[in-house]
């Protein structure tokens, strides 16, 4: 397989700590979204290899390979790929969940706007694996440039015969469509995008029973995967399961893009060995550390759903057959570790703060996303998700009182656990985790002295978490 | 409804790409629907009901729900300004704040039913759109379907002239 050597764009060169793998032609000298700069590539040799397979191979494959799905939840690919029954008698889909919708993430976007044959070889892979005929890429509205690349990728692919009827000559059928939503972030969570896709509002179903390898698309056993995930696959296939098991740490194997953005000298994306580096290896030397004069507050590390972490907070973790304690930055960037110290990787999506802003501020802006975003099925997400936005509205425009922190704190409580879909946990657990970690700034901001008018001067310090930073 | 041929033979298009359920096609009818008219209107809304062997409600619904659906008549260049945490912190309701000052919009006429606003000109309208992934190099904003990023207050006047001719 021809791969050539890889230039990259000045300015856009990947750091030293990078490994590129799905990113490889992300701002690539001399790289278009044509085919033939694909297939110049080795592109589509992966697919070759794997038609030469029985699919039940190529599920055990990415078994094997440990792969973990990118889009949020961190469920290993393979497992998942195994619950479609073989000897069920409906027709399997695929769905590329292509929403990339949760604040702070922004990875997808270059892979559909780049490099969108491997995103199709991927999937083509995917589907064969699966026993999928038709699939589906679930775009977010907001990409339109992303659907018209897509829409020409797979015309391409269609007249080269990757797609179609009797792909290759292999007999395997398959046809892959573009979808695009209409800017709601529900569709990204599985079984909404599910509904939005089948025609109708975007409400998410319970599950049990609606997993959707047992009952997905018109009821189908159906798999649904991230862009990056299904990405993944073609690399799976073409290094083997165990080849890309050895990159990352056990359990959490691979590569996977990072996306930096908020108070860093240099946001950006950066596709590191998942656990080969640390929260402060990430953000001091691939993101540059902070700005002039400031100091890390606090990082949001896997989308804004994720649970906010402090800086100075002391974490225990294990370390081989050891409890040890580790501080913010000595945290290695792994969905397990992440999880121990009591929050997700998620999404990948890393948003930093440092100590010029106000975090009622930054919980309000997030607080407004949950509650725009709500779908509206559920009584707690509904009505909680407004209040929450509400209280926080009034606490930084200096109309909050003292109970509104126990109040702010006691209706995220009464969200999470209690809903058909993950929302309710995603818009609860911003809210319980700022008020819990940075409670002072919470009070301050409520307290009555802080609010008295004129303002008391010796207690400016106080009173800036009343305006956006 | 005056639906042109060509337009025509697109919905036929897009409808085929659901062979199990023709519902499935009332999002993107909708969008080439809105495409071609820049709003949905309840004759709109009745037209892709009956394409799809549906009832009206079923397609009013999804107009009402999805934010990419507008019900009124959008500027010649509708503008939506992310309004989520990582370009807010770079400065976007700075961003927001200039462009409406600099197309003479007045944002306090729009809520949560009727999101966005017309300048008197009828050239631009403006809305806050939830974060449109690009977190990284913010403030960022769409102009139509041209994506448009680092955009401080500072350049909304450039901004707005790349449009303006
Ligand atoms: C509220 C909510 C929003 C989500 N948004 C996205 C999204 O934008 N993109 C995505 O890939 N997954 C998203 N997910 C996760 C999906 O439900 C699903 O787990 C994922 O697409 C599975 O793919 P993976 O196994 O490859 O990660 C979201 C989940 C929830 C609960
Ligand atoms: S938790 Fe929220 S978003 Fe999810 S189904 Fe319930 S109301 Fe909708
Ligand atoms: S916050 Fe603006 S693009 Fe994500």
């Not at chain 1, 707690?380 to 909050?400: D, H």
């Not at chain 1, 058909?420 to 919470?442: D, Y």
């Not at chain 2, 008219?37 to 394409?51: D, I, K, M, P, Q």
């Amino acid at each position: 397989m021809s791969r050539s050597e890889v230039s990259y764009l000045e300015g856009r060169q990947p750091h030293a700590r990078e490994r590129r793998l799905v990113f490889r032609n992300i701002d690539r000298v001399g790289w278009s979204t044509a085919l033939s700069d694909y297939l110049a590539d080795g592109g589509y040799e992966a697919l070759k290899s794997a038609f030469g397979r029985p699919p039940a191979d190529i599920v055990d494959e990415v078994k094997r390979s440990g792969l973990r799905g990118r889009g949020g939840a961190g469920f290993p690919t393979g497992v998942k790929w195994g619950f479609i029954n073989p000897q069920n008698p409906k027709p399997v889909y695929l769905i590329c969940n292509a929403d990339e919708s949760e604040p702070g993430t922004f990875k997808d976007r270059y892979i559909l706007h780049q490099d969108p044959h491997q995103l199709l070889e991927g999937m083509i892979i995917s589907c064969f694996a699966v026993g999928a005929h038709l699939a589906y890429i679930y775009i977010r509205e907001e990409f339109p440039e992303g659907a018209r690349i897509l829409e020409r990728a797979l015309a391409e692919a269609r007249s080269h015969g990757f797609l179609g009827k009797n792909i290759l000559g292999t007999g395997f059928d398959l046809e892959i469509y573009v979808h695009r939503g209409a800017g709601a972030y529900i569709c990204g969570e599985e079984t909404g995008l599910i509904e939005s896709l089948e025609g109708k509002r975007p409400y998410p179903r319970i599950k049990p029973p609606y997993f959707p390898a047992a009952l997905g698309l018109y009821m189908c056993p159906t798999i649904v995967n991230n862009v990056e995930t299904l990405c993944n696959v073609k690399h799976i296939i073409r290094m083997g399961g165990e080849a890309f098991a050895r990159l990352g740490t056990p359990g959490n194997t691979g590569t996977r893009i990072l996306c930096v953005s908020g108070d860093v000298q240099k946001p950006g994306y950066f596709e590191i060995e998942v656990g080969k580096i640390t929260m402060g290896e990430l953000l001091n030397d691939l993101c540059g550390g902070p700005k002039p004069g400031r100091n890390f507050k606090a990082v949001i590390p896997g989308g804004s759903s994720a649970k906010v972490l402090r800086a100075g907070e002391r974490f225990r973790i294990k370390r081989g057959d050891e409890q040890v304690e580790i501080g913010l930055e000595d945290i290695p960037m792994d969905f397990d570790t992440l999880m121990s110290c009591g929050t997700m990787a998620g999404s990948g999506g890393v948003i930093v703060l440092d100590d010029s802003r106000s975090m009622p501020w930054v919980l309000h802006n997030i607080n407004a996303f949950y509650s725009h975003e709500s779908c509206g099925q559920c009584t707690p997400c509904r009505e909680g998700s407004l209040w929450m936005e509400k209280i926080t509205g009034r606490m930084i425009a200096g109309g909050g009182v003292p109970a509104d922190v126990a109040t702010l704190n006691s209706v995220a409580d009464q969200i999470a656990g209690r809903t058909i879909c993950a929302f309710g946990e995603a818009c609860a657990w911003p809210t319980q985790s700022f008020v819990l970690k940075f409670r002072e700034e919470f009070e301050a901001c409520t307290d009555p002295a802080n609010l008295a008018q004129p303002a008391n001067p010796e207690r400016e310090a106080q009173r800036r978490y009343l305006h956006p930073a | 409804m005056d639906i042109p041929r060509e337009l025509a033979e697109r919905i036929d298009e897009a409808i085929s790409h659901y062979p199990v359920m023709k519902r499935s096609a009332a999002l993107p009818v909708l969008h080439l629907l809105q495409e071609h008219f820049g709003y949905l209107t309840a004759n709109a809304v009745e037209w892709t009901a009956s394409r799809l062997g549906l009832e009206p409600i079923n397609i009013h619904e999804l107009v009402t729900f999805y934010p990419g659906f507008r019900q009124t008549a959008p500027g010649r260049w509708h503008i939506r300004v992310c309004r989520t945490l990582s370009c807010a912190m770079a400065g976007s309701h700075d961003l927001m704040d200039r462009l409406c000052r600099l197309t003479g919009i007045d944002r306090d006429s729009t809520s949560h039913d009727h999101p966005f606003a017309v300048s008197p000109d009828g050239r631009f309208s403006i809305e806050f759109a939830e974060c449109l992934a690009s977190c990284g190099t913010g403030p960022v904003c769409l102009v139509n379907d041209d994506f448009h990023e680092k955009v401080t207050a500072d350049r909304a006047e450039a901004l707005l002239q790349h449009y303006a001719q």
